[in-house]
């Protein structure tokens, strides 16, 4: 294996570790499309579009994912999704 091989693995190796972590959001009968939308965008840092589209797939399926990251990443914006009412998790 030459050197390059070994870089471009132990980089792929590490962009793995990173991701393998993500926030998932959870259908409740409490909050509306608007405030998951905003607090998507505020706290994920969505775009409307994207917020929207995880608001839509939470209220038909349930459930989304709605950010990956490493799990340090990830705490401050749960934790920003759970003090806005809303229902989340970091699997």
């Known amino acids: ?33 608007d405030h998951v939308i905003e607090t998507l965008i505020h706290s994920c840092e969505h775009t409307p579009l994207q917020a929207e589209q995880c608001a839509l797939l939470v209220h038909y399926k349930g459930k989304c994912t709605v950010k990956t990251g490493s799990y340090e990443e990830l705490v401050p914006r749960c934790s920003k999704l759970l003090q806005a009412g809303l229902s989340a998790e970091i699997v």
Not at 1 to 7: A, I, W
Not at 24 to 30: C, M
């Open 1 to 33: 294996m030459s050197t390059q091989e070994k870089v471009l693995e132990e980089v792929l190796e590490k962009s793995v570790d990173q991701c393998n972590n993500e926030i998932v959001l959870y259908n409740d009968d409490v909050n509306t499309f």
